[in-house]
T-cell receptor
Framework: EAGVTQFPSHSVIEKGQTVTLRCDPISGHDNLYWYRRVMGKEIKFLLHFVKESKQDESGMPNNRFLAERTGGTYSTLKVQPAELEDSGVYFC?????????????FGSGTQLSVL | GNSVTQMEGPVTLSEEAFLTINCTYTATGYPSLFWYVQYPGEGLQLLLKATKADDKGSNKGFEATYRKETTSFHLEKGSVQVSDSAVYFCALSDKTSGTYKYIFGTGTRLKVLA
């Protein structure tokens, strides 16, 4: 069974450009999460999809970030326009169910560098 | 609000040394507690978990006990190996404002020398 896959693994862009990150969750996992880790700090929650619906987007930093999950399968996270402080590792995770005991399955992350 | 605090790294140990990575939490409800591990070039993987007070999670020789009285979930291993070199994240999961959410610590990098 394929795990959570993220693309690209690395992205280097200039300030003001647009970048789109993609996440393919494990097949059948209704729950999809985006997280971000900046400069060795804690991994911070960005948002949570249940199928194609945004369950919780309270962690999205501002309106330069747009996440979509059309059809409830893969998800994209677009940053437009990118700023220097957006640099970090963006993780996607999925799980089959919601709940406090649920294990998250993580992708290997996208390292975003904004210059 | 909920939060997780874990000891800063890096932690450097010799092979077969005893490992402790401290983790404390703040939560308004009754969270589940987790340790995730990230090996170089990979995503985070669940290492162990505990869902209620006094539960002990264990896996691959690692252990952590859910201590409600001290709000702690310290990770321990009696004898580390070079292959344990990785970044370890403490996390809690709780239901707040009607949604389930994970809160992670800053991660602790462990380096084990042969």
């Amino acid at each position: 069974e394929a795990g959570v896959t993220q693309f690209p693994s690395h992205s280097v862009i200039e300030k003001g450009q647009t970048v789109t990150l993609r996440c393919d969750p494990i097949s059948g996992h209704d729950n999809l999460y985006w997280y971000r880790r900046v400069m060795g700090k804690e991994i911070k929650f960005l948002l949570h999809f249940v199928k194609e619906s945004k369950q919780d987007e309270s962690g999205m930093p501002n309106n330069r970030f747009l996440a979509e999950r059309t059809g409830g399968t893969y998800s994209t996270l677009k940053v437009q326009p990118a700023e220097l402080e957006d640099s970090g590792v963006y993780f996607c995770a999925s799980s089959p169910r919601t709940g406090t005991n649920e294990k998250l399955f993580f992708g290997s992350g996208t390292q975003l560098s904004v210059l | 609000g909920n939060s997780v605090t874990q000891m800063e790294g890096p932690v450097t140990l010799s092979e077969e040394a005893f490992l402790t990575i401290n983790c404390t939490y703040t939560a308004t409800g009754y969270p589940s507690l987790f340790w995730y591990v990230q090996y170089p070039g990979e995503g985070l993987q669940l290492l162990l978990k505990a869902t209620k007070a006094d539960d002990k999670g264990s896996n691959k020789g690692f252990e952590a006990t859910y201590r409600k009285e001290t709000t702690s979930f310290h990770l321990e291993k009696g004898s580390v190996q070079v292959s344990d070199s990785a970044v370890y994240f403490c996390a809690l999961s709780d239901k707040t404002s009607g949604t389930y959410k994970y809160i992670f610590g800053t991660g602790t990098r462990l380096k084990v020398l042969a």
